[in-house]
C-alpha cells in the first residue's frame, strides 16, 4: 500500500515537481495554502508532510505551531520545505518539530533520498509504538489477573467466594460512572485516578492474610478480642501493598490502593477504624469503596447468613448516611437502582 504524503507550497511550479518525482511512490496530496493544509489534516492522516516556510497569509512556521497543539497531528514526520538555508532558519525548523529540512530549488535524488529515509523511520517507529503497547497491555493483564488471584485466595479464607471482589469491584464502576455523570469531584476523578481506582478495587481486603482462619471462619458472633483482630486487617493491608507492590507498579496506583484497603472502613461522622478519620479526611477512593463493599456484603448469601434483598440493603445505608457514609455518594449510589439490580441479576447468572 502507498504511503500518502501532504506537500505544502505556494509555488505552482514547485507543487507540480514535487508531485512528479513523488507520484510513483507515494500517493500526493498538493494544496497551496496553509489553511488548506490544516482543512486537509482535518479530514485526513498522511504519512509525511512537506511544507513551505515562506507563504502569504500563513507561514510555514505558523502551520507547524497548529500541528504541534494537536494530538494527531503532531504524530506525523514534517520536512520543511525552503529556499532560506541559513543556520537560524535550521535551527527554527528543528526547534518547531520538524525532523528534516530541504532546500530549494530541490535537488531530485537528494529529496528522495530524504523522503523515503523519513517514510522508513516513521515505519520503524510506529512498529515500535504498537510492540511497545502490546507489551504494555500484555504487563497490565498480567498485574490484574496477579491482583484477581491473590484477592480470591484471601476471600475464600473467610468464607465467602472469589465473586466478592468482582461484585465489589462491579459496584464500584457503577458509582464512579454516576459521579462522573453528575460532576462529582471531577478534578479527583481523572482518567488516571479511575483507571487505578478499578484496577485496586480487589486488593481491599488483602490485609485479612495476617487474620487467622479460626477468627476468620467463625460462624458465631465475634467477641471484643476477636473484633479488634479482624479491625487490624485494614492498617494490615495498607502496610502489605505499600512495602510489596511499590517497586513493581506506578507510584499513584500504589497510593489510591493503600488508600483503599487501609481506609474503607472509616466513616463519614468519624469513629471508624483504624485511624477514626471523617469527612473528606477520609480519601475518595476508600469512601467510594465503602458503599460498594457494604452494598454486597449486605445482598450476598455468605455462610453465616442469608443475602438481604436491594430494598432492605438501601434501608439499612440510608439509615447510615451522613454516619458512615458520605451523603452525596449514597444518593448518587441509591438512584442508580435499576443499573444495580441489573448487575446483581447478571452475578447470579455468572
Not at 517507529?125 to 504494555?136: A, D, G, I, N, T
Not at 476477636?226 to 495498607?238: P, R, S
Request: hydrophobic share 40%; net charge negative.
Amino acid at each position: 500500500m502507498k504511503r500518502t504524503i501532504l506537500v505544502v507550497d505556494d509555488d505552482r511550479l514547485n507543487l507540480m515537481m514535487a508531485q512528479k518525482l513523488l507520484a510513483e511512490d507515494y500517493h500526493v496530496a498538493a494544496v497551496n495554502s496553509g489553511e488548506l493544509a490544516l482543512r486537509y489534516l482535518g479530514k485526513n492522516c498522511p504519512d509525511l508532510i512537506l511544507l513551505d516556510i515562506q507563504m502569504p497569509d500563513m507561514d510555514g512556521f505558523e502551520v507547524m505551531k497548529k500541528i504541534q497543539e494537536n494530538g494527531q497531528w503532531r504524530k506525523i514526520p514534517v520536512i520543511f520545505l525552503t529556499a532560506d538555508r541559513t543556520e537560524q532558519t535550521e535551527e527554527e525548523c528543528f526547534k518547531l518539530g520538524a525532523v528534516d529540512y530541504i532546500g530549494k530549488p530541490f535537488v531530485p535524488a537528494i529529496m528522495m533520498q530524504r523522503v523515503h529515509r523519513t517514510i522508513e523511520l516513521e515505519g520503524y517507529r510506529r512498529s515500535l509504538e504498537q510492540m511497545v503497547e502490546q507489551q504494555l497491555q500484555r504487563i497490565t493483564q498480567l498485574q490484574q489477573d496477579i491482583i484477581f488471584s491473590m484477592a480470591n485466595l484471601i476471600e475464600s479464607r473467610d468464607g465467602t467466594t472469589g465473586e466478592h471482589v468482582k461484585r465489589t469491584s462491579g459496584y464500584v464502576n457503577l458509582l464512579v460512572e454516576k459521579m462522573q455523570e453528575q460532576g462529582l469531584y471531577t478534578e479527583q476523578l481523572t482518567h488516571d485516578y479511575v483507571n487505578y481506582m478499578r484496577k485496586a478495587a480487589p486488593l481491599h481486603d488483602i490485609g485479612k492474610i495476617a487474620i487467622p482462619d479460626a477468627v476468620l471462619q467463625k460462624p458465631g458472633k465475634l467477641t471484643k478480642e476477636e473484633h479488634e483482630m479482624i479491625q487490624i486487617h485494614a492498617e494490615e493491608g495498607g502496610r502489605l501493598i505499600r512495602e510489596n507492590m511499590s517497586r513493581i507498579a506506578e507510584q499513584e496506583f500504589v497510593e489510591i490502593a493503600c488508600d483503599m484497603a487501609a481506609c474503607h472502613h472509616e466513616k463519614w461522622a468519624g469513629g471508624g477504624y483504624p485511624r477514626g478519620l471523617k469527612g473528606e479526611e477520609i480519601p475518595l477512593s476508600a469512601r467510594i469503596l465503602a458503599i460498594a463493599d457494604v452494598f454486597d456484603a449486605l445482598v450476598s448469601e455468605r455462610q453465616y447468613k442469608k443475602g438481604m434483598s436491594l430494598e432492605q440493603a438501601f434501608a439499612i445505608m440510608e439509615d447510615e448516611r451522613g454516619k458512615s457514609f458520605e451523603p452525596k455518594l449514597l444518593d448518587v449510589f441509591v438512584a442508580a437502582e435499576d443499573e444495580l439490580r441489573q448487575l446483581m441479576k447478571e452475578y447470579e447468572a455468572a
